[in-house]
């Protein structure tokens, strides 16, 4: 399965973006469904994931902001990013785990750029 990711963009802080991450092919199978971001410098930071089940966890610096969604009969999934800040400026990824999110990943997408500023 390819991943096909997109909606990054330049947005004032405060502001809302929704990303999406379209599968070439079936997703249900894949366990996890997620989003990495990685900004200049820095490490990469696992955003938000979702299982097939519906399960989710989001990375501290994002709870109450973001919210991941999943659709296997779409084969989609999206990231609602609402009060975006600076430190939020990153290329995100989309990508899918056979197994487990700790582990690295089964499937990436390209990344999209996601910029926060005045």
């Known amino acids: 399965v390819q991943l096909q990711a997109s909606g990054g963009g330049l947005v004032q802080p405060g502001g809302s973006l929704r990303l999406s991450c379209a599968g070439s092919?079936?997703?249900?199978?894949?366990?996890?469904m997620g989003w990495y971001r990685q900004a200049p410098g820095k490490e990469r930071e696992l955003v938000a994931v979702m299982s097939g089940g519906g399960n989710t966890k989001y990375a501290d610096s994002v709870k109450g902001r973001f919210t991941i969604s999943r659709d296997n009969a779409a084969n989609t999934v999206n990231l609602l990013m609402n009060n975006l800040k600076s430190e939020d400026t990153a290329v995100y990824y989309c990508?899918?785990?056979?197994?487990?999110?700790?582990?690295?990943?089964?499937?990436w997408g390209q990344g999209t750029q996601v910029t926060v500023s005045s």
């Open positions: 092919g079936s997703i249900s199978s894949i366990n996890w």
């Open positions: 990508n899918g785990w056979d197994l487990y999110f700790g582990d690295e990943p089964d499937y």
